[in-house]
């Protein structure tokens, strides 16, 4: 394996509210990586990042100010491949199931862009019904696990992996969201909610956002002028 060396110089380009930066950083944080983030206005690309990014979308990691890698996932298994203590299994199936549950994870992102553009309270509600569902799967898989395993507060239990850098991000949307209505995809889903209370409070996961996070993501929602941002206008308005 050819390892990250000391002399080497990583450069994470990022966006704020990104949650795929947010696992790139999380993996970043949680292998001891030294690194620089930039953070860049997806609204305003510069020139030099749309030279480099062949999608125009971040994250992006610069190596050495020559190498270029897109794609979060991928750049996570990079970061997870070349230095020690892996955070997927050396099992191939194992492997390959826990890749699935990332991938589960990235289509529970598109559910919460839909979310959060949902122009009506009956597509809101629409929605949420669907994410219970796709939760609840989740919920039955950390149950089954916990019965085949020592139980512990991530995925793999007791050890931290990539499935639960790519949720952490996921569940955060909902720290904001649930402020101002009523979030009914977790409910009786004990085992979800313990995993979501035990990510919010690992350090990689709380310092892949700025202290300002929570208040930007109210106005990127607000800008969307759909049902959530209705429901977030009076109650800004009383504070």
């Known amino acids: 394996m050819n390892g990250i060396s000391q002399t080497e110089q990583l450069h994470l380009v990022a966006y704020k509210l990104c949650p795929y930066v947010q696992r790139s950083v999380i993996t970043l944080e949680e292998k001891g990586i030294c690194y620089q983030r930039t953070d860049i206005e997806l609204a305003n690309k510069p020139d030099w990042f749309k030279a480099l990014s062949p999608t125009g979308k971040v994250p992006l990691l610069i190596?050495?100010?020559k190498d270029v890698i897109f794609e979060s996932a991928v750049i996570?298994?990079?970061?997870?491949?070349?230095?020690?203590?892996?955070?997927l299994p050396s099992n191939a199936k194992q492997k390959a199931q826990y890749r699935a549950w990332i991938e589960f994870g990235t289509g529970l992102l598109n559910q919460i862009g839909q979310l959060y553009n949902a122009k009506s309270k009956e597509?809101?509600?629409?929605?949420?019904?669907?994410?219970?569902?796709?939760?609840s799967r989740v919920d039955q898989?950390?149950?089954n696990r916990q019965i085949k395993q020592a139980p512990g507060p991530y995925f793999n239990g007791q050890y931290f992996s990539l499935v639960d850098a790519v949720f952490a991000p996921v569940f955060r949307y909902f720290e904001v969201f649930e402020q101002f209505v009523d979030i009914s995809c977790f409910k009786g889903l004990d085992t979800v909610q313990n995993w979501r209370k035990n990510l919010a409070q690992r350090p990689s996961v709380q310092k892949a956002v700025s202290e300002d996070y929570h208040q930007a993501l109210v106005e990127f929602v607000k800008k969307k002028d759909g049902y959530l941002a209705q429901k977030i206008e009076p109650v800004l308005t009383c504070l």
């Open 63 to 65: 190596i050495n100010d």
């Open 141 to 143: 898989e950390l149950n």
């Open 123 to 135: 597509e809101f509600e629409k929605i949420q019904r669907t994410l219970a569902e796709q939760f």
């Open 76 to 87: 996570c298994e990079y970061l997870d491949e070349t230095t020690a203590g892996s955070l």
